[in-house]
């Protein structure tokens, strides 16, 4: 099957990584680490991100309806270095900026209330890493690694299938499905809080 086989605790593995994900006050994006170590980036407390980041998460993405968010990139980067609670030290946080360099988008939309949660892409974790997902965003250094067939498998377990990848060359995101016709937002199934594609 394309993807590979999941590992024994994939399904279960990303489950609390969902829970997880999705809750907490400052919220928190959660990083899958091979082996499955989890490592959480705190994201800024409530309040304090300028209005104007706000309003550019909110129209991508509004958070009227919470989303969730699976984002495939390097987690490799560093040994588990968790601090309080399985929260990244400040070093880490700067290695994970450092490798993933969409993790300020992904941030903001934590913060305004969506669930994000980064893994590989690794065959045996696919499936279960993307399950119940929105938004897939796949960092265009690792879409070379991915199994032949990924996209669909991706696909199958997603909520909606909104698959884009990030361009690090031109910073933009390409589309590889999308539910809906609409070229210029994210669109959703039933549709409800459509959200705007950055240009």
């Known amino acids: 099957m394309a993807g590979g086989e999941a590992a024994p605790n994939s399904e279960a593995v990303f489950t609390g990584v969902r829970r997880q994900a999705g809750t907490g006050n400052p919220r928190r994006l959660v990083l899958v680490q091979p082996g499955h170590a989890l ?92 399950r119940d997902a929105d938004v897939l965003f796949v960092d265009s250094a690792l879409r070379a690694n991915l199994a032949q067939g990924w996209d669909e498998v991706a696909a199958g377990t997603m909520r909606n299938a909104n698959i884009f990848v990030h361009d690090r060359a031109t910073f933009q995101l390409r589309v590889v499905r999308k539910v809906g016709q609409a070229a210029d937002r994210i669109e959703f199934a039933p549709e409800v809080g459509p959200g705007s594609l950055p240009q």
């Open 39 to 130: 490592l959480a980036l705190v994201c800024p407390p409530a309040g304090s991100m300028p209005q104007a980041q706000v309003r550019n998460m909110e129209q991508m993405i509004s958070p009227a309806t919470p989303r969730n968010i699976a984002v495939i990139a390097r987690t490799d980067f560093l040994p588990a270095l968790p601090g309080p609670a399985g929260d990244a030290t400040p070093q880490a946080f700067q290695a994970a900026s450092r490798a993933i360099p969409i993790l300020g988008l992904l941030m903001g939309l934590s913060y305004i209330g969506h669930a994000v949660w980064i893994f590989s892409g690794e065959a045996a974790d696919l499936a279960a890493g993307c």
